[in-house]
């Protein structure tokens, strides 16, 4: 691929710009990992988004990196992408500080998953012995002990499971350390709505058409030689049927409260029920979140604010002398298997995915754009092969278990609807 480019200025392409190597349609916690992969192998990137860099999902993230507790006990595949993405987190972040003089601190203290009564107790005995299973430190406490931990909890407490491997980072951070690295490797950002992808020989739909491009709402033309789509919950019209991912939103809300005197309240990330507690190094504690389908509503609601406040106080009761700071709502990306989409777009030449995020974007950034790269430009990935090999080595699989590439191959939904029916995907009609 050609060396980099020179820095250019955001909005708009002139028409005399030479055409990038990849086009990124999408500038939140999948694409920038994307662009920035691309450009450290050398290829010239832009970005176009409508909106600043950032700030839709990606901006409402709590920001843990939380491979077994995001992870459902009958769900190795999630396990097993979540723990080959926080084993990256180290060196990706380190790799961003580097290029962007921006620091992009881990918050390693853990989780604590906690137990409100009888019922989550047994779960929580459940879950360890998976992830003892899966090769995953994690350690059962008394409530004593974990309230020597964490004396904010409150004595009601009735048991808890430490997994000291999770972590946590500001989803905020990355995504300005990302911007800056891009923006010093000369990294230009189109602020443009993009209403279609080109396709050689005009708008002509079929096998073999190979993607030139896309096409602005308003009429601009961007050509590029790959065009790669992490428009997150927003999917994109028109593509041709085989070629698309079945990504719906779903909604999020969560508040950030704030201590006036500082950090100290918790120190690591607490889980409960579907609720979390994440503390920031500043006094902030993200308080979340509320799992909802209702389209692309993103407004805040009264219930949604008095359940999380009613749900988290009931384990630290000190939440409720906080300030609130804000109160946020997102769209998670998400397939009907729950895993994301990374690779070729099928029956479309120079056409690529990265979505489906859906709880795990930031976690996932770590290796969403070394997975897209390696595919892009051909290199045999070894992207998660340590955590596949050991998967396998633990659990005593009979034969290997899909890599990683597979796994979130966007094709898997175009071979589902093919095995069973020969007429439109029924998620086409979500
Ligand atoms: C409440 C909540 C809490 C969360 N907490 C965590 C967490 O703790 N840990 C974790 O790992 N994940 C978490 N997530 C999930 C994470 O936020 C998402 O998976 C991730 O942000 C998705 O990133 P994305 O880049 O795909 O989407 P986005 O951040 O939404 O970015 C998509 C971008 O595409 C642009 N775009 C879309 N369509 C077009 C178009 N046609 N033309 C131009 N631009 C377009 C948008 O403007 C946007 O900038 C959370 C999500 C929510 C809602």
Redesign the pocket.
Known sequence: MPGRQTPVTSPPAPASDPAPDVLV????????PVAWELVRRGATVRI???????????????????PVT?AEPDDPDHLLLGTAAVERWPAFAAGLEDASGIAVPLHRRGTLALARDRDEAEALDRFARVCTGFGVAVERLLPSAARRLEPALAPTLRGALSVPGDA?VD?RRVVEALVAALGAAGVATTV????RVTLDGGDAIGSGSRATGVG??DGTELRAGEVVL???????EGLPAAARVPVRP?????LVLRDPSGPGLVERVLRFGTG?V?PRDDGRY?L???TEEQGFDTQVTAWALHDLLRDGAELVPGLLDLAVEET??????TTPDGLPAIGAAPGVGGLWW????????????SLTGALLADALTGADTTVGTDATVRADALTGADAPRDDLATLVDPARFTRTTNEHDDGDPPWLSW
């Open positions: 349609v999408g500038a939140g916690l999948a694409g920038l176009v988004d409508r909106a600043t860099p950032g700030q839709a999902t990606s901006r409402v993230a709590a920001g843990m990196l939380a995001e946590a989803p443009g709505d993009v209403a602005l709402a992490a428009t997150g919950a927003w999917g994109l779903v909604k999020g809300q969560l979390y994440v993200v979340g979140a509320t946020l709502a997102g769209l998670r990306p990265a979505t489906g995020h859906h709880r795990n974007g930031v976690l996932l950034a």
